[in-house]
Structure formats: C-alpha cells, structure tokens
C-alpha cells in the first residue's frame, strides 16, 4: 500500500476556471477527509465521508465547492469559479477507524 | 464546539535541550487527543494520541504528551531534541461521543538551533 494519493501535486489557473482534485485513499479505509491549509495555519475541516455518504459539510465550503465519493473508493473536490482566496494547500486524509487519520501530500492551489 | 489552542506560534531550541510545546483544547464533551508532525516538504504524519487509559503517551522517537483533563491541556514534550526534529507540529482533538471529524490547532513551528 503506497498510502494517501492526491493529484495533482500542483495546480495553477486563472481566476473563474474550475479546478478538480483526485485523492486516493489507502485501500479499505472507509473513511476520507478533505482539509485545507494556508501559511501560518493549521488544516481546517472542509468535509468528511464514511464510504460513499457525506456525512459532515463545514460552513467554509461555500456553494461553489463540491465534493464526491462515488462507490465509496476515490474522492474528488471541485472548486467553481475560482477566487484568488481559495489558494492553498487541499489536503486529502482517509482512516479505518476515527482514530488514526493518514494523509495524502496535498494540492496545492494557486490561484491567478 | 470543540477548538485547539497552540500557543507558541515557534519554539527555538538549542541542539540536546528540552522542549515543551503547548496544547490546550476546548470541548462540552470528552475528546481523544492527537498531535501531528509535519516535515519540511512532506505531509502530514499522527506522532502520538490520547484514546482512554494512561495520561502519558509516547511516541516512538522520543516525545511524550500527558492528558491533562483538569488544565485541559496535552502538551507535548521531548528530553533532548535533535536538529532531525525540525518541524510543525500540530495539536488535534475529535469529540468522542460520535464519529467526528478532527480539529486542528495552527500548529508550532520548532526550530533547533546548532
């Protein structure tokens, strides 16, 4: 098992496009985490599935944010239109239990 | 709502002396307690965690943290540091009376000083 895998490594666009990130949890993990980290700060919460249910949303996922987990294996986080504050570093965690979270490397965002 | 409050933003620490870094939470319900360790250019790794039992938890590489319920605090500590523990470390808290997400502080950078 490789662990978490989130790609791309890196994403630069132009503000207003749409960007979409990939994470790949470690196999069986039935849970996934999406957080986001900016300079200075520690990861916040954005959303969470067990399986393929979305089980908790944070207020900071704003309606241009989406996020899936079709058949409970892989994720995707789309960001709409984006705006130079969305900028950071996504960051992908997947657990078998609640307990032990690991996490991927991260995308980072950058946003012109 | 459950928080974490780290509150040396960067700890500078000569080579082989002790160092502590401050954790104290906030939470109306019991919590299990974890800190992370983020390498220059890597991702984020657990270090250690407070689950139930003993208060004092250890890690493999030498740090401990002892769960403090009256100060409400998990501090982490280390004997004698090394320059390979040049990192960000990261307090945690999920709530335990339901599956929870987990809740970051802003992290502590430390710095060890040749």
Known sequence: DTGVSQDPRHKITK??????FRCDPISEHNRLYW???????????????QNEAQLEKSRLLSDRFSAERPKGSFSTLEIQRTEQGDSAMYLCASSANWDSAFFGQGTRLTVV | AQSVTQLDSQVPV????????????????????????????????????YLSGSTLVESINGFEAEFNKS???????KPSVHISDTAEYFCAVSRTNRDDKIIFGKGTRLHILP
């Open chain 1, 15 to 20: 503000r207003g496009q749409n960007v979409t």
């Open chain 1, 35 to 49: 957080y986001r980290q900016t300079l200075g700060q520690g990861p916040e919460f954005l959303t969470y599935f």
């Open chain 2, 14 to 49: 000569f080579e082989e002396a002790p160092v502590e870094l401050r954790c104290n939470y906030s939470s109306s319900v019991s919590v299990y307690l974890f800190w992370y360790v983020q390498y220059p250019n890597q991702g984020l790794q657990l270090l250690l965690k």
């Open chain 2, 71 to 77: 100060q409400t605090s998990f501090h982490l500590r």
